[in-house]
Nanobody, 122 residues
Framework: VQLQASGGGLVQPGGSLKLSCAAS????????MGWYRQAPGKQRELVAT???????FYADSLKGRFTVSRNNRKNTVTLQMNSLKPEDTAVYFC?????????????????WGQGTQVTVSS
């Protein structure tokens, strides 16, 4: 099982960017999905999460600018980021709780994507 993130890049302040993350492998079910970010010299922080049923949670400072969504059939999660600021510059990581088929049983574990760089600069 793995998570593959994409969509990072360089954007000007006030611009928008959309991140995507796809889970693949022998998946029985994907539970909670979401995004964290880590800026240089800072700890990793929660950006947003979304449950399988679509309930969302956002870091207070990001409400109204970021939107998280998911597609349960495709096992994907996206993060739409609008009105980006230089302080949003960070490596963004997707994460997911995934129940996977093992040889004779199911196993649930937390998985992380490889991280994608978002740089907001003029």
């Amino acid at each position: 099982v793995q998570l593959q993130a994409s969509g990072g890049g360089l954007v000007q302040p006030g611009g928008s960017l959309k991140l995507s993350c796809a889970a693949s492998g022998k998946i029985f079910e994907v539970g909670l999905m979401g995004w964290y970010r880590q800026a240089p010299g800072k700890q990793r922080e929660l950006v947003a999460t979304i449950t399988r049923g679509g309930s969302t949670f956002y870091a207070d400072s990001l409400k109204g600018r970021f939107t998280v969504s998911r597609n349960n059939r495709k096992n994907t999660v996206t993060l739409q980021m609008n009105s980006l600021k230089p302080e949003d510059t960070a490596v963004y990581f997707c994460h997911a709780s995934i129940t996977a088929y093992m040889t004779t049983y199911l196993e649930t574990s937390l998985h992380w994507g490889q991280g994608t760089q978002v740089t907001v600069s003029s």
